[in-house]
């Protein structure tokens, strides 16, 4: 398929999650990160977007998000406005389906960032412009979509067969790890206490996906078995935004499920460490791996940038 004829398949689609979108479609969106990153390495400008405006609509906090989001916007030529929910009358109860009809009139695109994944589903079916998901307590594609990128910039384009081992809390990010990876064909391990494991709605579609592409969906208790020679280990927050209260027996059921140096040499030696930040050191991860010469954080936490400036510049 010629580049052109995906940018037209692309234009005015949503972004809720990478199980809407084919192989083919992820790598064309991976190819152009690497495009536009180029070219902001370059000093070059890439203004695609000019006289666009895309809405960011947050109800939980958030620091790489909205500023790759608003930055990103920048410098593709177009217009980013926060919205708090707090300022919006959504806040105040106003219908989720007549914001989107509102909002539809006057914006080019959305990000939301909110609790409830049905409200995303629910903007998207009212809206008559993109929907892009900024995280869910389901799902966090953009996220996923960056960290693909990293991960070709470190172990090459060729993804199939790579194993990746998530530790820790079976949450969002992990649900989007095992959809974005069952696309590339990847072999996903998900290693969490039984109470914590992923949810079974987003395993099963995984696993479908796995099945079509060759890759793997496996989950375990077992951190040895899921760690041992993994290319990419991954860690995120025990207690995820809006589990503040469950913090205590999160962090006593999630004790054992740590990426440390211990675990770093059961993983491949060129293994990678990857954590989607905010990190809690000591804690989902050690502070000498976050700082040690396996963890790629930082430039995960870069690519954000360049990944959503992809999917703005398909689909707006
Ligand atoms: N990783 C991530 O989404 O970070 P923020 O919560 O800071 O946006
Ligand atoms: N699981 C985390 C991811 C933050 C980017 C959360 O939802 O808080």
Redesign the pocket.
Known sequence: MSLLHMDTKLKGRDFLSLKDYTAEEIVYLLDLADFIKAKVKNGEPYEVLKGKTLGLIFE?S?T??RVSFEVGMVQLGGYPLFLSSNDLQMGRGEPIRDTARVLSRYLDGIMIRTYNHNDVEELAAYADIPIING?T?AL?PC?VLADLQTIREYKGHNLKGMKLAYIG?G???AHSLMIGGAKMGMEVYVASPGEYNPDSHWVDIAKEIAKESGGKIILTQDIGEASKKADVLYA??W?????EKETAERVKALSKYQINDALIKKAAKDVIVMH???AHRGEEIADEVIEGEHSVVFDEAENRLHAQKAVLASLL
């Open positions: 939980k958030s790489r998000t995280l307590d966090h996220q809390d949450n969002n990010m995120d927050v207690a995820s935004m809006g589990q989607c930040l905010p």
